[in-house]
């Protein structure tokens, strides 16, 4: 593996764990030449279903692009990296288990939604208020208040 810091080409694993619903396996590596640590995941290599957006267009999973768009409503919030890996996680697993060659992306992003409103309300406020393209205040002030409850 390469070192993503200088990328020379030899790393050295120095701890090895495994998560704790054992679905993936989590290493820290050191760099033979910069000395520097970062973290890698070993899962197993499987086939999401596809992706069908809003215009009917098909697209591959992408599990950087769903990271990012969490990331992003989650940004100066405080909740952990771990917590947003395990939250990554659940939603793939329940893509995995759904059994389907295709999914709607509005069915991911209420997989999403569920997943941040349990991580921290701000987040879900965020998430929701881009993701269901409100119309008037009178929609966002009844999502607010739903968190609120």
């Given amino acids: ?27 820290r590596r050191q760099c033979g030449a910069c000395e520097k640590r970062f973290t890698t995941y070993e899962r ?7 992706i069908v957006k809003k215009d009917g267009r098909r697209i591959e ?4 692009k769903l990271l990012a ?3 992003l409503a989650l ?6 990296t771990e917590q ?3 939250a990554v996680e659940r939603i793939e697993e329940t893509l995995l288990n759904l059994g389907a060659r295709e999914v709607a992306s509005n069915r991911i992003g209420e997989l999403v939604m569920m997943e941040l409103k349990k ?12 993701y269901r393209s409100f119309e008037d205040i009178d929609d966002f002030k009844t999502l607010v208040d739903e968190v609120g409850r």
């Fill in 1 to 27: 593996m390469k070192c993503p810091f200088c990328s020379h080409s030899e790393t050295q694993v120095v701890e090895t764990r495994i998560a704790e619903d054992g679905d993936f396996i989590r290493r």
């Fill in 44 to 50: 197993p290599d499987v086939t999401f279903p596809a």
């Fill in 61 to 64: 999973y992408e599990r950087p």
């Fill in 69 to 71: 768009s969490m990331k």
């Fill in 75 to 80: 940004r100066k919030r405080p909740v952990s």
């Fill in 84 to 86: 947003v890996d395990n």
């Fill in 119 to 130: 991580l921290d309300k701000i987040a879900y406020v965020r998430f929701a208020s881009v």
